[in-house]
């Protein structure tokens, strides 16, 4: 080998290590940049579910079966009624949020981790009244994605944390006293 192929291979090398390296670096950063992305996104979508406009229509959904017993109650008082407007309220934000959770642009176990209690006890506010609305409505999807996050949230709760996660060991702060 002559030196100057030495030193076309031994420019190539180095072009190719440069390459793997500034790869390497550009991989990492993106993992930040999503990092962050995700976390303004999830800190917005809890939010739109913790919002007093949201609260108040889960107030107002409170006892909604009771109010529509059986499936002609429903084809003849819901429609237009407060308990409708209520849930078209419902539908534009949580089921917004946990459409985008389950296409994975949201990272479900960090919006359950945060509001899961939330979710599950707002899902258990209008999940009767809801599958007699699909019945009802002959549509077996309507608020499928709020269903999907509350059961999500559901196997979730349940789900064994990281082993070895130093901020999921139960004795993380064995030796720390609280103080203020």
């Not at 229509?57 to 006892?63: K, R, Y």
Request: hydrophobic share 45%; glycine share 4%; net charge negative.
């Amino acid at each position: 080998m002559t030196s100057e192929q030495g030193l076309a291979a031994a420019s190539v090398l180095v072009s190719l290590i440069a390459l793997s390296l500034s790869t390497l670096l550009l991989t990492r950063q993106n993992k930040q940049i999503e990092h962050e992305r995700n976390a303004l996104a999830i800190l917005d979508a809890i939010g739109r579910l913790t919002d007093p406009v949201i609260v108040e229509a889960f107030g107002e959904l409170e006892g909604i079966g009771r109010r529509y017993p059986d499936d002609e109650s429903v084809r003849r008082n819901f429609e237009g009624s407060p308990d409708d407007q209520a849930l078209v309220l419902v539908a534009q934000y949580v089921e917004t949020v946990a459409c985008l959770a389950r296409r994975r642009v949201l990272d479900a176990s960090l919006l359950v981790d945060a509001v899961g209690f939330m979710l599950r006890s707002r899902w258990n506010t209008v999940r009767a009244f809801v599958e007699r609305l699909r019945r009802v409505r002959g549509n077996e999807f309507l608020f499928e994605n709020f269903e999907w996050l509350a059961m999500y949230s559901t196997w979730w709760r349940d789900t064994p944390r990281p082993r070895g996660e130093a901020n999921y060991d139960p004795q993380q702060f064995s030796n720390v006293e609280f103080k203020v």
